[in-house]
């Protein structure tokens, strides 16, 4: 099983999602494209969280010095993001791949987060609640519906807003994988209690 981790804007919670999922399965984990904070990435986080030893993390295939749109970043290296440069890993495991930022995050001036997804992904949303966030949600799943995209499921992630969470199942009809509360802290213990409680709904996405 392949899932791909987008979130509905930036800083929602994608790395710790990924965290969580790839602990409850003891996936592979992949970033395609890590842009800036190469010293302490996302997948540095991920490993650091993990307390199976059976993940495999999977190098980047473009990393980028600034913190920044990865178009913009990639110009400011003096390279350009290709789609053909970015080859998923080869692996037996099952392999959760994390995006960055939103699904129209530009990559470069023609393809953008979305063309990352494959046909064989399937695609968990977090969404966290700010002011614009239901319109943001419901925008990003109408995206990958629009695209055939197998949209599986959504978690929200921080401070729960009932009302919010309602109407957006209600109008996508998307399974909820779980909440991750706003805890004072995550670390690998706080993962794997996280781990235990969604395992069973993704694994029914087999």
């Given at each position: ?79 350009t993001i ?8 080869k692996t ?77 199942l209600n ?36």
């Amino acid at each position: 099983m392949k899932l791909f981790i987008t979130g509905i804007s930036t800083d929602v919670g994608k790395t710790i999602a990924s965290a969580i999922i790839v602990e409850a399965l003891q996936a592979d984990y992949w970033k395609p494209i890590q842009a800036g904070d190469l010293e302490n990435s996302d997948s540095h986080k991920i490993k650091s969280l993990l307390s199976n030893d059976k993940t495999i993390i999977h190098p980047n295939s473009y990393q980028l010095q600034t913190p920044a749109s990865p178009h913009w970043a990639a110009e400011l290296d003096g390279i350009t993001i290709d789609l053909k440069n970015i080859l998923e890993p080869k692996t037996n495991n099952h392999l959760v791949i994390e995006g960055a930022g939103g699904v129209f995050v530009p990559l470069n001036d023609n393809d953008c987060v979305i063309d990352l997804i494959q046909t064989d992904y399937k695609v968990i949303v977090v969404s966290r609640h700010y002011l614009g966030s239901i319109n943001h949600t419901l925008l990003t799943i109408e995206a990958l519906q629009n695209r055939n995209i197998n949209c599986a499921g959504i978690i929200f992630s921080g401070k729960k807003n009932a009302a919010s969470e309602a109407i957006i199942l209600n109008k996508t009809g998307i399974k909820n994988m779980g909440r991750i509360e706003q805890e004072p802290y995550f670390d690998a213990a706080v993962i794997r209690e996280y781990a235990d409680m969604f395992r069973e709904n993704l694994l029914e996405l087999q």
